[in-house]
């Protein structure tokens, strides 16, 4: 199996920046049966949780958001989620069973407290005919953060997605950004599987990942197309951090003048 890719547990996935060693996004997964609770210190990082699914009463520090989700599966339209500061406590309460998505990244400021409302996300197309996908920007650089970048992608059975392939590993701006990242995938139909291709202009890093629901794929550098297997609609969830909140992004050179 690649080292770039971590499976699903037992209804738990983790990613530190220990277990990825880079210095960034970490990253967490939780299964939890209705009347179950969660608690989580954010110490020196902030942290967007994203519910995948089912609903949640939150509480961080004295704030209280109640039944909290919007959708009973990630392809069911955006998702509530709730960004919680440094230096706070979370308490996850589950009203129904769920799924919850924790990203994490170093903060010592970060913003308010807040509960971000399917509503307020704004579904929006990006590519056309076989690179057509459904963008959710969730904690993008319009949503106040330190350091986290949160957004949700839905790619149809067959299409490509993060393509024309780019990459965000050299902090240039306004070139480009150096952001970590992970994708959080998800099919439809779980059976199915997607591709994901990791590589560097030299080489030095390049593969080819047959994907499956629920594993996490870590990007830390390089170039990082999908492509959905026939049959097999995907979901993914992208968490990014580094040290200037910003995505800026350069494209392969061979493949740029597909933007024309």
């Not at 769920?98 to 579904?123: F, N, Q, R, T």
């Not at 997605?161 to 439809?188: I, N």
């Not at 202009?201 to 170039?223: C, F, K, M, N």
Request: hydrophobic share 35%; proline share 8%; net charge negative.
């Amino acid at each position: 199996m690649s080292g770039l890719v971590i499976r699903d547990s037992g209804g738990v996935v983790e990613v530190t920046p220990e277990s990825a060693a880079w210095s960034y996004v970490g990253f967490e997964v939780f299964r939890l049966d209705a009347g179950k609770q969660l608690e989580r210190p954010t110490a020196g990082r902030e942290v967007c949780v994203v519910m995948l699914s089912g609903q949640a009463d939150f509480a961080v520090g004295s704030h209280r958001w109640t039944e909290v989700g919007s959708r009973d599966s990630v392809f069911e339209g955006p998702p509530d989620a709730v960004y919680a500061p440094p230096g706070e406590q979370i308490a996850i309460s589950a009203s129904s069973d769920c799924e919850v998505a924790l990203c994490w990244a170093p903060a010592s400021d970060g913003a308010e407290p807040a509960l971000i409302k399917a509503a307020e996300i704004k579904p929006f197309k990006r590519g056309s005919g076989r690179t057509e996908r459904t963008i959710h920007n969730i904690l993008m650089e319009d949503r106040p953060a330190e350091s986290l970048l949160v957004t949700e992608v839905l790619t149809p059975a067959g299409n490509w997605s993060s393509y024309p392939p780019h990459k965000h590993d050299t902090d240039d701006p306004p070139r480009e950004t150096y952001l970590e990242e992970t994708y959080y995938h998800r099919l439809a139909r779980p059976e199915g599987f997607a591709v994901q291709l990791v590589y560097t202009d030299d080489r030095s890093l390049d593969e080819a990942i047959q994907v499956r629901d629920g594993d996490v794929v870590l990007v830390p550098r390089g170039y990082h197309p999908v492509a959905a297997g026939p049959g097999y609609d995907l979901y993914y969830l992208n968490v990014m951090a580094g040290p200037t909140r910003r995505w800026l992004v350069t494209t392969d050179a061979d493949h740029r003048w597909q933007l024309d």
